[in-house]
């Protein structure tokens, strides 16, 4: 048996797998979009001045609206995957998340478009605590950090699809109609509803699960003796994380366009060789930051099962800061910073591997569902005041490519302040998960 798993096991994890990596898939496709969506909802041509400035504002705030409901969502789904079950709950996640993200392609305005993305946010947040609880409950004891990694892998594909959908339909099929084209890409968001389906036929409730439902677990219950500090612990780390990730990846396309925009303005390029040059950038830096993001999730295992789970969180948070600081404040050519969102992945992407078997492995099994998703998705409401704050600021700047990149280089100061909650960290390593 491969890693020791026999076929069900393996058959949890893919399941798990696709309703992360799906979940990631629709919780971006808007950051991709933005840059032709933002203007034509707000009826600002695509080449006015004002396009780049309003789209950098409407993506800080709606990406901080789409973490806020995340937040409320995985709140809210972690106490119902105690109540009704894991399985049952990533069936319900996925379909909110895909029928909330293909309403966003009939949106007739701004406002419309953001209460769609609302409702996603609320399946894209639930999901999460289902999946991990599930698979830290089915697989082997002496698997779970390795299972808990290769199913965060499923993100940073999730992001890779969503780059190549976008990047086929504005880039190939419809490059001459990019006031449209965006709603194609928001309606391939039904996608898992397919797979959703499909899951729910062949898993089962986790045995730990059915052993231990009863009673509805109170928030409460996480704040009270020793399981405060597990729960700030868990808080803490995932506050971070989420603030730097969101902070840099929700303006990964801007960047990117921004920078093509100048490359193509120079190489006085017609407009649609123009947008394919975008286009093609956009899914130059989203990759870099993907393929960082995959090495990163793997380069967990060994870090938190030889080092600790305490001493890989301080070296992902003080390595990101570093990567942030360089890849936004060092003098570079626009194609070399493109790149630079690899060490950005590897670093701020990566650590994320280790949330889907540090935080469940945190709390009991009556408690794990409720506990994991509160600490992942609390965060979320910190997390929010980037997006916005970046977007924001930029969009006041009369060069908001420049203004973008200065606010971006000082979240790099974020993980190098995370570094103060590290001996706080409660460290788990070689713990049996808890009944």
Request: contains cysteine; aromatic residues 12%; proline residues 5%.
């Amino acid at each position: 048996m491969l890693l020791d798993m026999n076929g069900y096991q393996w058959t949890v994890l893919f399941a798990a797998w696709l309703g992360w990596g799906f979940d990631v898939f629709d919780a971006l496709l808007f950051n991709f979009v933005a840059p032709n969506c933002v203007p034509a909802l707000l009826g600002i041509p695509l080449d006015d001045p004002g396009a780049k400035s309003a789209t950098l504002f409407w993506t800080g705030l709606i990406t901080s609206v789409l973490l806020l409901g995340w937040a409320a969502g995985g709140i809210l789904f972690g106490r119902v995957a105690d109540h009704i079950g894991r399985s049952r709950t990533l069936l319900l996640t996925m379909l909110v998340y895909a029928i909330g993200t293909a309403a966003c392609a009939f949106a007739p305005n701004i406002w419309v478009l953001l209460l769609f993305r609302l409702i996603a946010s609320l399946g894209i947040g639930g999901e999460w605590a289902a999946g991990a609880a599930m698979v830290a409950e089915v697989v082997p004891e002496k698997r779970r950090v390795e299972a808990g990694a290769l199913l965060y892998t499923a993100a940073p594909l999730g992001m890779f699809l969503a780059t190549e959908v976008t990047w086929l339909i504005q880039g190939v099929l419809l490059p001459g109609d990019p006031e449209v084209a965006w709603r194609y890409v928001f309606a391939c968001g039904l996608i898992p509803a397919i797979f959703a389906i499909g899951i729910r036929l062949v898993i089962k409730e986790p045995e730990r699960w059915k052993a231990a439902s009863g009673s509805v677990p109170s928030l409460l219950e996480l704040f009270r003796g020793p399981t405060l500090r597990l729960t700030l612990s868990g808080l803490a780390t995932a506050i971070v994380a989420l603030i730097m990730w969101w902070s840099c990846n929700a303006f990964i396309p801007l960047v990117a366009n921004g920078l093509a925009g100048v490359e193509a303005k120079a190489q006085g390029l017609l407009p649609e060789a123009a947008t394919a040059l975008k286009e093609s950038w956009k899914a130059t830096a989203t990759n870099a930051f993907n393929l960082g993001g995959i090495i990163g999730t793997l380069l967990t295992v060994p870090l938190a099962k030889v080092a600790g789970r305490r001493a890989m969180f301080g070296l992902y948070f003080a390595a990101s800061g570093l990567a942030i600081l360089a890849a936004f404040g060092l003098d570079l050519a626009p194609q070399t910073r493109l790149w630079m969102y690899f060490p950005v992945g590897l670093t701020v992407f990566g650590v994320f591997g280790s949330f889907t078997y540090y935080l469940p492995e945190l709390y009991p099994t009556r408690l794990r569902g409720t506990g994991a998703g509160f600490c992942y998705n609390a965060g979320r409401v910190f997390a929010a005041v980037g997006p916005f704050v970046v977007g924001s600021v930029a969009s006041r700047g009369a060069d908001s490519l420049a203004t973008a990149m200065q606010v971006l280089f000082w979240v790099g100061v974020v993980p190098l302040v995370g570094l103060l909650i590290v001996p706080f960290i409660v460290e788990t390593r070689d713990q049996a998960l808890a009944d």
